[in-house]
């Protein structure tokens, strides 16, 4: 079979988390090809990074042309925290090692000058960016992505493009105000969504409700704060335990609220929901649909659509960066 | 002095107010040239409606002419409560006597069928229109606008536009949830913003102090629920009244907290406030100035203007209209 243009294009994603940074290669359906991952280093020396990351790109090209000699790659996309798409910077990051602000996109084009495409965006707004590229917002101008881990972060789209706002770094819904001096958020500040909504959070309303209803008999009441993980309270409401039921419900609410804000400002189509707790179906989908019109305009009522991300978890991170790509041919096409 | 062909072009601006309806032509500069207004009739007849308004603007634009006979209408902008840009409609609006969903562009279109330009949205986004461009924000890109009145309307700037979401409602930062379980908002649900920052809400605010503080003696004691108006409490402030002054500064925190929430969505260069209280001046804006950074992620702290808009008191909503003209021809263009 003769391929076609299309066919041999291909993109490499980036993702750069706390523990690992995770190289794929990514055709334009969105499957990864090839994929390898390096231990994102403690040792805050940024150029021995960018020479590892680059080795590791090389070996992942070479894999490619492997298995298809007359594949192109298109570039790379990158996804960090704390990244300004605007400047291509990695800016003060909390969870990295390497201090201030990281030049990484002028540091990546420096071993890749004839990569065309080196483009550098947070890891929800690149997860939102894989959802509308790949996944189930192909059809979508305008809508919203939740990502639920350890904290929560978001990417807004209106009109087919991510909102970076003025310096770069828009689309921070896990930080909504959703009880003034409540719970201390991971930024300090109390009361912020990602405090109650994030695995982490479920976790925080699982012990509360513990010590609520002195509840030594619930699945949950036998692990330290230090064990319990989020894993653990889907286990247990599956098994009907009324303190892992009651998680869920609390954090549908409180997620529900969030969002409500959310769409009071852009009116998205749609609010994907990325993550871990995801995997819980109904048990956390359900409370969200269930509480959203509540706190909503009654011209908004009715109208959004909640949904699971259509991203395979393990990729995602991946094949989102990777979407950067096409998002920037595009662009200039 | 010859014309060029920028100074002869105008475009028209119209405000559907509850009780008037404000028309006026606007030169490029954003002067407004002429103006009328009518009362916004409450007989709920849509189609005598659309006769009135059309012979007001062809008497309009007859002094217009008389001013200048060489003028070009480049077109009519319009802004209503529950307007939708896409469809051109106003839908439902609770203030209006037109029930349903009132074809109000094609409406108008019937009667004047040679102007190309006839656009429709609601008018806190017209206002933020106006500021791009001729106000405050001619050289921005992303910077959102707060309207304070009888409610809290807002419109968002993305990338030089107005963000209309996926159904053309987007903006409603006036119902932001700032106190879970607070006070009733006019939407019926309770906590949102416009609830505590429109004027109406620093009136509850006010006699919730004065019944707090059994404040016999304050200079707003004196009037009744109905009689009391903002304009009493920036007054009383001005003479040094305590809870006068104590309701300002709990207006500007609740409203730094609700920016917030817009910053962490959008991450605008700014944030433009219209409307009555802002004659208060440094009255509204320092407390708004000094709590905003609490509620911000570090990323954001000290970044963000806070700003009165330029736009003149009287004319803004005509001027906004209006500039709903000049940003659709520079789309055409």
């Known amino acids: 079979m003769k ?6 294009k291909v993109s490499l994603g980036i993702d750069i988390g706390g523990t ?47 298995l298809n000699p007359e594949s192109r790659f298109m570039g790379i996309g990158v996804g960090a925290p704390n990244a300004n798409y605007y400047q291509g910077t990695i800016e003060y990051a909390p969870n990295l090692s390497f201090k201030g602000i990281i030049q990484f996109v002028d540091l990546l084009k420096a071993q890749f000058p004839d990569m065309e495409n ?27 992505m939740y990502t639920l881990g350890t904290g929560v972060g978001s990417g807004i789209i209106v009109n087919g493009d991510l909102v970076y706002g003025h310096d770069g770094f828009a689309g921070e819904c896990g930080h909504t105000m959703l009880v003034p001096g409540g719970r201390v958020c991971g930024c300090g500040i109390r009361g912020h969504l990602e405090a109650y909504c994030s695995a982490t959070g479920m976790k ?25 993980e989020s894993k653990d309270i889907y286990d247990a409401a599956v098994e009907g335990d009324k303190v892992a039921l009651e998680v869920f419900e609390i954090t549908g609410n409180y997620l529900a609220q969030g969002i ?27 409370p969200i649909k269930k509480n959203l019109d509540k ?20 990729d995602a991170a991946i094949v989102g960066a990777s979407a950067l790509v096409w998002k920037e041919l595009e662009k200039k096409a």
């Open 204 to 228: 925080r309303t699982a012990f509360e409700l513990l010590a609520h209803y002195n509840a030594t008999d619930s699945l949950l009441a036998g692990k330290s704060y230090q064990q319990l």
């Open 260 to 286: 409500a804000d959310t769409i009071h400002h852009t009116s998205p189509e749609a609010v994907f929901i990325f993550g871990g707790p995801t995997a819980a179906g109904d048990l956390i989908f359900d």
């Open 20 to 66: 690992n940074t995770a190289i794929g290669v990514v055709d334009s359906d969105g499957n990864v090809m090839v994929k390898d991952s390096i231990p994102t280093p403690t040792h805050g020396d940024i150029d021995r990074y960018i020479q590892d990351i680059a080795t590791a790109v090389r070996e992942i090209m070479k894999s490619v042309r492997l």
């Open 118 to 144: 080196i483009v550098l965006t947070n890891d929800a707004n690149a997860a939102a960016m894989g959802e509308m590229v790949y996944g189930g917002a192909k059809d979508m101008k305008n809508f919203v």
């Open 295 to 314: 706190y909503l305009l009654p011209v908004f009522r009715g109208k959004v659509k909640i949904l699971p991300s259509k991203l395979k978890m393990g």
């Open 3 to 8: 391929q076609t243009e299309e066919m041999k």
